[in-house]
């Protein structure tokens, strides 16, 4: 039987895992919590969801919704099991994350061909390798994958939100409505007017933060934080200008308030975290305060005034390797051949890039993949990580990947046509994919 050692049980790793045991391949999974926790994590379950439970949308017209159905086209593991968690959230995928993870964990450990080993490993050896140790590696982890690749590390900031007790929201402020519709959602809606917003924005501007130390060692130095675009902490945002909030995160447009039927000036929307609809998450609010400070701040929101907090914000630090200069096309190390990254330590940002990046690199050693349509999600992804660039940064799905159309089209057409096409292309391929295996 063939052998795997697959390092690090999060989204890409567990994906790798289910993926490789299907095909009869024998996976040795080790996973270093809870022997040994990260910053960010809460518990030792696989494929745990850190800074939100949103997997983003499910629209065929967007990135995200055309990256879920061609990783469905391609058997995911992991995907009919966030559906099978998840909760209320609009045209997103949003998932309970205790659950999921509940429930992964549990495929993981049924499986036959699965060994599911807590120990946290610190050598990379001769043996067949996936390394998904994600953006959380191990200082030990990441020293052992230094010597090898001889370059320095690549890495960024990200920040999580709070979440809030539903009980403890002010239900006689927030309000259920969908954008633009007058239809109730499956998000609250906590409205400001101009007072109440220019308190807030002062109030992040002014609250106390951590600070870069706090979070660096001698393997990390850096004079500055640097974050991952999508994830820019509130009071960051609220620092490049007065009205950056409210013409971002925090923008009030198609949000009217039906009790008035008036605009708010801005709004901050409530996301539901479980299937209890017990808690909340505070949508766009990661950042990098003080808990103390988040205490007072975020109960400046509207609705929020007497608001309990299941869990505070915080920070933590994402590695990522710099792919092109480092890998092979295949997503194996050029230095050490017998080891393939995955996740975003290789380089995707984002829940469902994280597994797709488990997907692909189990079909390249199970299968010697060697392409995908360049008109696909996965496709143009995979070659983003290969393709030399001298400013690589983290990737998530997005349509400016995916070459042109043939024909001209309004922008909300060209998205669905681009979508269209990905999936025709997919299907033919993997139709010929497996006749071939």
Not at 167 to 179: A, E, F, P, Q
Not at 216 to 228: A, G, S, V
Not at 302 to 324: K, V
Request: proline share 4%; net charge neutral.
């Amino acid at each position: 039987m063939k052998t795997i050692k697959i390092i690090g049980a999060g989204l890409a790793g567990s994906e790798s895992a289910l993926q490789l045991a299907d095909k009869g391949w024998k996976v040795k999974l080790f996973e270093m919590r809870d022997k040994k926790q990260t910053p960010a994590h809460k518990t030792n379950l696989c494929a745990e969801l850190v800074c939100s439970n949103s997997l983003k949308s499910t629209l065929l017209s967007t990135a995200s919704g055309l990256l879920k159905k061609e990783l469905s086209l391609f058997d995911c593991k992991l995907l009919p099991l966030a559906e099978k968690t998840s909760v209320p959230a609009g045209n997103a995928l949003a998932v309970d994350r205790q659950l999921f993870s509940e429930l992964v964990q549990q495929k993981i450990i049924e499986h036959p061909n699965i060994e599911l080993i807590n120990k946290e490993v610190t050598k990379l050896d001769d043996e067949l390798t996936i390394l998904a140790t994600g953006p959380l590696s191990s200082d030990s982890i990441t020293e052992e994958l230094l010597k090898i690749i001889d370059n320095n590390q690549l890495y960024f900031f990200d920040a999580i939100a709070p979440v809030v007790y539903t009980d403890t929201i002010n239900m006689n402020i927030v309000y259920s409505k969908s954008r633009y519709s007058d239809e109730n959602s499956d998000y609250l809606n906590c409205p400001f007017n101009k007072d109440e917003y220019l308190r807030f924005v002062e109030a992040l501007n002014n609250g106390e933060k951590h600070e870069a130390k706090e979070f660096e060692n001698d393997l990390f130095q850096t004079p500055m934080f640097k974050f991952y675009e999508n994830c820019i902490p509130i009071e960051e945002l609220a620092r490049r200008g007065v009205d950056t909030l409210r013409y971002g995160v925090m923008r009030p447009v198609g949000l009217d308030d039906p009790r008035t039927g008036k605009r708010p000036y801005a709004i901050i929307q409530l996301r539901i975290e479980n299937h209890n609809k017990t808690t909340y998450n505070l949508v766009g609010c990661q950042t990098m305060l003080k808990y103390g400070a988040q205490k007072e701040i975020f109960r400046l929101i509207p609705g929020l005034e007497n608001a309990e907090f299941a869990r505070l914000g915080s920070i933590h630090r994402n590695t990522y390797i710099n792919s092109p200069e480092i890998c092979n096309p295949n997503l194996s190390l050029k230095n050490k051949s017998n080891i393939f990254v995955a996740g975003q330590l290789s380089g995707v940002e984002g829940y469902i890039e994280s597994i797709f990046s488990g997907l692909l690199v189990a079909n390249i050693i199970d299968n010697n993949l060697s392409c995908l349509p360049e008109t696909t999600m996965m496709g143009q992804l995979w070659r983003y990580l290969i393709t030399e660039n001298k400013h690589f940064l983290p990737i998530n799905a997005n349509f400016g990947l995916i070459p042109a159309l043939s024909k001209k089209f309004g922008k909300k057409d060209r998205k669905s046509a681009y979508s269209i096409r990905a999936v025709e292309d997919l299907t033919n391929f993997i139709y010929s994919y497996k006749r071939e295996m």
